[in-house]
């Protein structure tokens, strides 16, 4: 099946769920997005090769959870293994945001892609490189080639006042002495991290260093091919929230969702892929870029299964 029989026969099986489920209200700046939008894009490890995509793929969104695979490894990439006796691996089995389950585990959290993991990561990049959003944003122009990647302010500001969970997360891990930064700079640091604006192009070729066992666009070395491996390990149990193990069942890729309605899926040794679809399920996944990931793989046999 060449490129556009692929792309068409994942356009029709999209078509019909493009009505279902509600995008991201709870972020007022996210609340005024088309749910019928979708765009698909998909970049091959040899960087020299053009990506191709359809639909929306060139159109800007907002990455929101999407930032937390690449602030992983760029805290990976600076400072070893030693994250992980801050993070835990294993799946949530609960909601990306949930303070009970934080609560009843004594500050560590289960993954480093819910809430609370992801602001222990940031903690970290902030430590390290003294400006985490910064760093995050200079890594996705590189890796993209995108030189006008940058963050959403309306976005920003809109997380900002209406992200009392996320603050109460951060004031919990700070309360078990889980952060080194102050909670506002974190916070701070957080939510413009999930404002970048980006297109499925410009993400699916800046994952593009999972794909390849650790290396960069420019062939130089981020991870470790261990490194690599263990990021797409925990994508494929934490990825897509308290419903990782429907999305394996179904897709059979390491990937991570995000509220704006992406998603990025990595084929080891193969390509990245991204996904966007503003209308979420209830587990705060996109329902079109599910289903366009389940019919890639059912129609190409790409899988790591």
Known sequence: MDDRDLFECITRAVQPVLAQGRVASYIPALAA?????????????????????????????SIQSLSKVFTLALVLAADGETLWSRVGKEPSGAAFNSLAQ?????????????????LVVTDRLLTLTGDARGTL??????????????????????????GHRNAALAHLLA??????NPVPDVLDHYFWQCSLAMNC???ALAAGFLARHGLRADS????????????????LIGGTYDAAGEFAHRVGLPAKSGVGGGIIAV?????????????????GN???????????TTVTGWSIF
């Open 220 to 235: 130089s070395r981020l991870l470790t091919g261990s490194e690599a491996k263990r990021v797409n390990a925990v994508m």
């Open 201 to 203: 192009r410009d993400l």
């Open 33 to 61: 997005v088309d749910p019928h939008r979708f765009g698909l894009a998909i970049a091959d490890t040899d960087s020299r090769t053009v990506p191709r995509g359809t639909g929306d793929w060139q159109v800007p969104f």
């Open 286 to 296: 996109s329902i079109a870029g599910i289903t366009a990931l389940d019919t890639l």
């Open 137 to 162: 944003r200079n890594f996705l122009r590189a890796e993209s080639g995108n030189p006008r990647i940058d963050f959403d302010a309306e976005v920003a500001w809109s997380e900002s006042r209406h």
């Open 267 to 283: 084929i080891p040794g193969r390509c990245t892929l991204c996904t966007w679809g503003p209308a979420l399920d209830a587990h």
């Open 102 to 118: 934080l609560e009843r585990e004594q500050g560590i959290p289960r993954n480093p892609f819910v809430n609370a993991g992801a």
């Open 175 to 180: 309360d078990h002495g889980r952060l080194d």
